[in-house]
């Protein structure tokens, strides 16, 4: 898992924690069963209204994907690739067949894939460009999703603050009730902003940057499988790769056989 996400949870949680038990406060106050359902179920139900259901289910797919895809190393990816134009050209295009396996990205695997088998250059730019394209469109509609729960959260609190309101102004006639629904209309305005700000609106700005950093990283990676697959030099993959790293870190790419 992303250890920002987690200090970042853990502080938020400690912050609020903290702050409603600060000088003797009930935290039970805050554990309101309608509030919840209005904000939560409201807001799954908005999303299902909005996306089709197939992409609804895939929304656990979205978050562990925010949370727990680790993207490989610039530097690591670059080297296998220089390593692998060097074996291309001592000992030809088969030879990187027993490397698949231990390639460790498994887009990465796939292009070595490719070349085994043989295909043009031009075949290859194309079947590693639809999977970057796929890769995005994923991204995005899993990143439009947690922006719209993002927004919809905030707005079903505000809903709950409507109906605690009404059942406040009911039962203006019995003050022992007025305060009760005080209370689930503020407590409902608390819940919607603090998931939309904590959780939602924060993952979804974190799967875009991660989804810009893998489709970064396997433009990276299609463009030293074709220097490779067109029979370039070690030399002229070398310096292709170099293009997607800092000046400082350039000098360190040697093929290492």
């Known amino acids: 898992m992303d250890i920002a996400t987690i200090i970042g949870i ?121 999977e970057i394209s796929n890769l995005q469109e994923r991204h995005y509609e899993g990143k439009k999703m947690l922006e719209f729960m993002g927004a919809a959260c905030p707005a079903f609190g505000m809903v709950g603050t409507l109906i605690g309101l009404v059942q406040m102004f009911a039962h203006m006639d019995s003050p022992d009730k007025i305060g009760a629904g005080m209370s689930c209309a503020l407590v409902c305005t608390f819940y919607g902003a603090f998931i939309a700000n904590l959780f939602l609106i924060p993952l979804a700005g974190k799967l875009g940057i991660r989804s810009k950093k893998e489709s970064h990283l396997r433009q990276m990676i299609m463009e ?25 870190h350039r000098e360190e790419f040697k093929p290492k056989i």
């Open 10 to 130: 853990f502080i938020g949680l400690a912050c609020v924690f903290a702050a409603v038990m600060f000088d003797g406060g009930n935290f039970a106050l805050f554990g309101q069963i309608p509030a919840i359902l209005i904000v939560v179920g409201g807001t799954f139900a908005s999303t299902c209204i909005h996306f089709s259901l197939a992409s609804v289910l895939k929304l656990s797919q979205f978050l562990k994907k925010t949370l727990f895809y680790k993207i490989p190393p610039e530097q690591e990816v670059i080297q296998k690739i220089v390593n692998y134009s060097a074996i291309n050209r001592r000992d030809g295009a088969l030879a990187l067949e027993k490397h698949i396996t231990t390639a460790g990205d498994p887009f990465l695997a796939k292009s070595i894939r490719l070349i085994v088998d043989g295909q043009k250059p031009e075949s290859i730019e194309e079947q590693l460009g639809m």
């Open 224 to 248: 030293g499988v074709l220097g490779i697959a067109r029979g370039e030099s070690p030399t002229s993959v070398r310096e292709r790769m170099q293009t997607f790293v800092s000046l400082k």
